[in-house]
């Protein structure tokens, strides 16, 4: 079984290296600035989120920190999970560690986006208590991130 543990300062060229994995995997763009710049508040402490990554460093998890009037509370966004080698087992650890983190922290719920076509991902996540809604997500974007 893999140990997670909140990740740090240290941790920043092994979380930007699976982050830019994720990017190749999942066909969105990477841009090392703009990651260090994402990631270096989140490692520094909570107070926009936090970071787990496996002992080994072969998988990673983003969740950071919401407040949602209509779920009345505190919520988190699982912003990104990424295992590099899949069905060990250890996205299962993952998700199911950083869900008892988010309800020990009292968040109400934990949401996430997938790929409208990610049917495999979607399954993944319904395996561990998502359920699909009928929100759809716009954005309003300030830089491009092409």
Do not use: K
Not at 45 to 68: C, L
């Amino acid at each position: 079984m893999q140990s997670i543990r909140r990740a740090i300062a240290d941790d920043l060229d092994a979380v930007i290296a699976l982050h830019e994995q994720f990017c190749t995997v999942d066909g969105h763009p990477f841009d090392r600035i703009r990651a260090t710049a994402a990631f270096v508040p989140l490692l520094a402490d909570d107070r926009h989120g936090v970071v787990w990554i496996t002992a080994e460093a072969s998988a990673y998890a983003v969740v950071t920190w919401g407040w949602s009037i209509e779920a009345g509370g505190a919520e988190g966004v699982l912003d990104e999970i990424y295992v590099t080698v899949r069905g060990g087992g250890t996205g299962t650890v993952l998700i199911e560690y950083l869900l008892a983190d988010a309800r020990a922290r009292g968040l109400v719920r934990v949401f996430l986006e997938t790929e409208s076509a990610n049917e495999r991902v979607r399954a993944f996540y319904a395996r561990h208590g998502f359920v699909v809604d009928d929100s759809v997500w716009m954005s309003h974007p300030f830089v491009d991130l092409d």
